[in-house]
């Protein structure tokens, strides 16, 4: 458990690898036997550690040295990932990565659930799309193909960052060509897309049109460097304004972030950019109207960040979450420490300027987790939020970094 009480955030802080970048990259690592490093990466993340101990699993070795992991394989790698401990949704994309290399796979399924709760029939049906069988087993999800995948069009209903990612994989060593219709164009998605082309591959992007994988025999090795969390960078930048605070944000993603910002400084927020920092320097928030949206619109997990600037402003704020309808679940905390809400339809409206009081709450997910914490920081009182390793899968060096940043809090 985490405690925060009311703080006014000042100095400096440094903004660390792309979780979501970095869990693909591991991912990618599996398509070849060489050696892989990457640097700017996030070690310190929860998600990444369970990450890394199933590549260890099947067979990969990895050293840590500050933010740089090298990857290397010593032996035959294993096509099954036998996991008892608790399950994470990139299991999806080992799954893709050992079917394209090894013409087989199984893994655990993702959060331990059952087809089409979690939704992830768009990786399901891309695996046989390009002639893989697929199967649930015992709490396993199973893939298997007659030698080398086959290129093939994948036709995406929705802008679906995951199936993207795995198509991508997958396409990779395919014989042929994979078209990717409707994909989801993201800066995690152009990472992975850089490294894997340099490890040897031949993805070309067309915008949000599609893209084309040329597949090869084999990759290689690299050297490759994680871009900049965009949620982690845009947290500590809302911090920075409803506590009134004074923070300069290094390695800050800024053209990945032009869209949030931009209503941002429309809502009060004050900010100038440095070389490779953003400096925020506090504002008043004002009431917020966004809806969420593909890239390089606001994405579905920013939007409990603005629910609570939301909650800090005076009047109305509206919010509509387009990709993930209704999911709104984290404002019940809120509403535990005198945020004002109501549901009209899948609109969120917020009532703001409220005084919040610290008391219990608890992380529902990673996202909720910060969104509770960042309300405690403008709380009376104090605000111990449960189950705060949640915040701890999305936040390297959390405690650090909230030191550096004068916050009050004791674990």
Known sequence: MISVSKSKLTGTVKVSGAKNSALRLLAASLLTSERIEINNFPNGLLDVAIHLEMLKALGKDY??????????????????????????????????ALTARLSEGRVPLPGGCNLGDRKYDLHVNALKTLGADVWEEDGYLCAKSKGRLIGNEIFLPIRSTGATENSIIMGSLAIGKTIIWNPHIRPE??????????MGAKI???????????????????????????MEALTWAIASVITNGDVEIENFPYSHLEVPLCFLRESGMKYYKGESSLIVHGGTPYPIEISTGPYPGINSDMQPLFAVYGAMSTGHSKIIDLRFPGRYGYVNELKKMGVEYHVDGDMLVITGGNELIGTKVEALDLRAGIALLLAGLTAEGETSIENDWQIQRGYENLTQKLSALQVNFKI
């Open 189 to 198: 998605i152009l990472d992975l897309i850089d490294m894997l082309n340099s």
């Open 204 to 230: 070309k992007v067309y915008g949000q049109k599609c893209i084309e994988v040329y597949g090869v025999e084999g990759l290689n090795g690299t050297r490759h460097s994680v871009i900049p969390d965009n």
């Open 63 to 96: 050293i840590i040295s500050g933010d740089t992991i090298t990857i290397t394989e010593h032996q035959n790698l294993n096509s099954q990932l036998v996991w008892n401990d608790r399950s994470i949704r990139n299991t999806l994309l080992i799954l893709g």
